[in-house]
């Protein structure tokens, strides 16, 4: 029977962030945003294994505290110069005890706010699939196409486009096929999908937001702290 196993890549160093601090040690809610990434991977039933995968000379790891997550969290000190590097180097890290058709759920360490109903339903409609998937948000927003001019060309059509989050969900020998064949990808699923694969749409919400510059810190300690209260 196949197992899943999670892989959260955190060896960036978030320069957009406007500090030196990597912005996966970020307080949010008192703890680091990793934390909040990792907990509810690591309190997941269906998940076996998680992985996190950090820059070898990382020395803020240890300036916290980890020991609530458990038994289930492995640290992999494979970290590379890019996010799809850091995801096959902690694959390839993997192939001693993973199997070809186990699952691999990567998640992004900078979207703290992933909720297990999400989870669940990302393992449950993609455990059954050929392919795989991901989770995604339908665009909500007018999208507009520029010219080099700073100026509008076009409105581009919405209904059909989605904005990927994570985890986004494969095989495990799929996965790594795709990511040693793969140029410049920014998910995995880009790296499948060059492979002429199409993964499965899993539909979220925007409360699974990530991070990426300051403004967005006070938004996902918002939706921790409620989401705690409720």
């Not at 892989?7 to 990793?34: E, F, N, W």
């Not at 392919?131 to 080099?148: E, F, H, N, R, W």
């Not at 410049?184 to 510059?213: F, I, M, Q």
Request: charged share 25%.
């Amino acid at each position: 029977m196949s197992r899943n196993f999670a892989l959260v890549p955190a060896a960036g160093s978030g320069t957009r962030m406007g500090d030196d601090l990597p912005k996966q040690y970020h307080l949010l809610a008192g703890r680091p945003m990793l934390r909040h990434a990792l907990e509810v991977l690591c309190a997941s039933p269906l998940i076996q294994r998680v992985f996190v995968v950090l820059a070898e000379r990382d020395d803020i790891w240890e300036r916290f505290d980890w020991s609530e997550l458990g038994v289930k969290l492995s640290v992999l000190r494979c970290g590379g110069p890019t996010r799809a590097g850091s995801v096959l180097n902690g694959l390839l890290a993997l192939s001693a005890f993973a199997k070809p058709d186990d699952w691999v759920l990567v998640h992004d360490a900078a979207r703290p706010c992933l909720s297990s109903a999400q989870l669940d339903r990302l393992i449950e409609q993609v455990g059954h699939d050929e392919v795989g998937g991901i989770l995604a948000v339908p665009v909500a927003d007018t999208l507009k196409q520029s010219g080099q001019d700073g100026r509008i060309d076009a409105t581009v059509p919405r209904e059909p486009l989605w904005q990927a989050q994570t985890p986004q969900m494969f095989r495990y020998g799929l996965l790594r096929e795709a990511l040693e064949q793969s140029g410049v990808v920014t998910d995995e699923s880009g790296a499948l999908e060059a492979l002429g694969y199409r993964p499965l749409l899993v539909s979220a919400d925007a409360s699974n937001l990530k991070v990426t510059y300051p403004a967005d810190l006070a938004l996902a300690e918002k939706i921790l702290l409620d989401r705690k209260e409720a």
